[in-house]
């Protein structure tokens, strides 16, 4: 059985940090895609960071890349997104997701993602 178990998620005045994991476990972690979508009250779901987990490639959403880095611990099957100046903007509901190689290439397709975590809230006051 797959599991995504997230953590890290919390509030933040703006400006602030914080780190979320995602822990992997019944799941082939290498050579697959795993990364980070983001869902905030009456907006569609999008695409925050994807990782390759065989090489490390990684890709960003729009406007994410220079404050968030996705990173990962192959040793853990654990993948981290480190989300630094945030915003009241980034205030959503955050979700691990993993899938095959291809779905890092697809542009955040999250039909492509076959697994997801319960997701972790991250609420940042201003």
């Known amino acids: 059985q797959v599991q995504l178990v997230e953590s890290g998620g919390g509030s933040v005045q703006a400006g602030g940090s914080l780190r979320l994991s995602c822990a992997a476990s019944?799941?082939?972690?290498?050579?697959?895609?795993m990364g980070w979508f983001r869902q905030a009250p009456g907006k569609e779901r999008e695409g925050v960071a994807l990782?390759?987990?065989?090489?490390?490639?990684?890709y960003y959403g729009d406007s994410m890349e220079g404050r968030f880095t996705i990173s990962q611990d192959n040793a853990k099957n654990t993948v981290y997104l480190q989300m630094n100046r945030l915003k009241p903007e980034d205030t959503a509901m955050y979700y691990c997701?993993?899938?095959?190689?291809?779905?890092?290439?697809?542009?955040?397709?999250?039909?492509?993602?076959?697994?997801w975590g319960q997701g972790t809230q991250v609420t940042v006051s201003s």
């Open positions: 997701a993993a899938g095959s190689r291809e779905a890092c290439y697809s542009g955040f397709m999250d039909a492509l993602f076959g697994y």
């Open positions: 019944g799941y082939t972690y290498s050579r697959n895609c």
């Open positions: 990782m390759y987990t065989g090489d490390g490639r990684t």
